[in-house]
């Protein structure tokens, strides 16, 4: 059992970090340029990135490899490095965390789709295993597999990273609500029929990220307790959902109105708590003061 698992089962809440795309972007990363790259090229503003939100009061944040499977890399003609790219990610959280905190390597979804045969499950798998066993060479705690859509994707991103690890593995789906007020994600898997799949293939946390705010994210944790009261649940909610107006991408929420719904998330179900898209280390902050007041 990891530190992770037995802090929660103490009765602790976690908080963990929020947005990095958005800190890349304000140093200077351009669209068609690999984010991941930067863990080789610019590992110094990765590292600003991640103590922010160690100075902001995260027990846990992620590593900068959201997109570091093969077939994102492949894009950018990067296929080779997968292992070299994951692993220096990780050597950078685990720098700014050191051994206070904790260090989530992420992975996101490839953006193959196996109902249209664009790949099958043993090439899914291989990507998976290569990406994971890379991020724990590199020092991470635990996997986070993360804004997943796919349940069969998720399955077998689960299991390659359960199998091929010592690492805990976490992973959240994107859910969108929809005009019946229920959640399912954009392959209309819902957050029942996740819970299940997801423990069965190995995980030791799930959860949601990103699609919603806090307040909609208190009813995808409910729906979750109905099916499971154990399994630990993580968090990442978006800062609101993004505005659009003249090219430029917001999100409404403040660190004020995110904390505001914290209570209502620990009552719900929730064990750790953190951001997603427009979350800033001040989200984090407002936080972590609610979380340790409670």
């Not at 340029?33 to 160690?54: F, H, K, L, T």
């Not at 992973?171 to 819902?190: A, H, P, V």
């Not at 009813?219 to 505005?243: C, D, F, T, W, Y």
């Not at 004020?256 to 902050?285: L, Q």
Request: aromatic share 6%; net charge negative; glycine share 10%.
């Amino acid at each position: 059992m990891s530190k992770i698992i037995q802090e929660i089962q103490k009765g602790r809440v976690l908080v963990s970090d929020g947005a990095w795309g958005t800190f890349l972007q304000r140093k200077g990363l351009t669209a068609g340029e690999c984010p991941e790259m930067w863990n080789i090229q610019r590992p110094e503003d990765v590292y600003n990135i991640a103590q922010s939100y160690v100075d902001a009061g995260a027990d846990m944040i992620e590593t900068n490899s959201f997109g570091g499977n093969w077939f994102k890399l492949k894009n950018y003609g990067l296929e080779d490095r997968v292992y070299e790219i994951n692993k220096a990610a990780a050597e950078i959280s685990r720098k700014a965390a050191g051994s206070e905190h904790f260090v989530l390597g992420s992975v996101g979804p490839t953006g193959k789709l196996l109902m249209m045969e664009e790949v099958s499950e043993s090439d899914l798998y291989d990507a998976f295993k290569e990406q994971s066993m890379a991020l724990e060479a590199g020092g991470v705690d635990a996997i986070v597999i993360e804004t997943m859509t796919d349940l069969e994707e998720a399955r077998i991103a689960v299991k390659a990273a359960k199998e091929n690890t010592g690492c805990e593995v976490i992973c959240t789906m994107t859910f969108d609500k929809i005009l019946s007020g229920e959640y399912r994600t954009m392959m209309g898997i819902s957050p029942t029929e996740m819970t299940e799949t997801l423990i069965e293939a190995g995980a030791s946390v799930i959860g949601a990220n990103c699609g919603n705010g806090i307040a909609d994210m208190i009813g995808i944790v409910k729906e979750i307790r109905q099916v499971n009261p154990l399994i630990p649940i993580l968090i990442h909610a978006n800062a609101g959902m993004p505005h659009y107006c003249d090219g430029e991408t917001t999100f409404p929420e403040t660190p004020s109105d995110m904390a505001g719904r914290v209570k209502e998330i620990i009552e719900a179900g929730a064990n750790i708590i953190g951001g997603c898209c427009g979350t800033t280390p001040d989200h984090i902050f407002k936080v972590q003061k609610v979380v340790k007041s409670m």
